[in-house]
C-alpha cells in the first residue's frame, strides 16, 4: 500500500514541480515500472543468491533512500 501512495505522490510531484503533462508523468512512471520489472526478474534474484536476504533489503532500501533524498534538491528536469 505504500508504494501505490508514493507511485501518486510522484506522479502529482512531477506534474506540479515540473510541469509536466499527464501524458509525460504517465512516461516517466511506465519506464520506470519497466526498469524494475526487469532488475528484478533477472539481476536482484543473484543479488539475494549471492549476499542473502537481510542484505539485498538494507541494499535496496539505502538506494531508495538515496533517491528520495536526492529528490529534494532537483529542481528541473534535466
Do not use: P
Not at 6 to 19: A, G, R
Request: charged fraction near 15%; charge should be negative.
Amino acid at each position: 500500500m505504500i508504494f501505490l501512495i508514493d507511485d501518486l505522490t510522484f506522479l502529482l510531484f512531477c506534474q506540479y514541480e515540473f510541469h509536466m503533462t499527464v501524458w509525460e508523468t504517465g512516461v516517466l512512471f511506465f519506464c520506470t515500472a519497466i526498469c524494475l520489472l526487469v532488475y528484478g526478474l533477472t539481476i536482484s534474484g543473484f543479488i539475494i543468491d549471492k549476499l542473502g536476504v537481510k542484505f539485498s533489503i538494507f541494499i535496496g532500501f539505502s538506494l531508495y533512500a538515496a533517491a528520495k533524498f536526492f529528490l529534494i534538491f532537483i529542481d528541473n528536469r534535466a
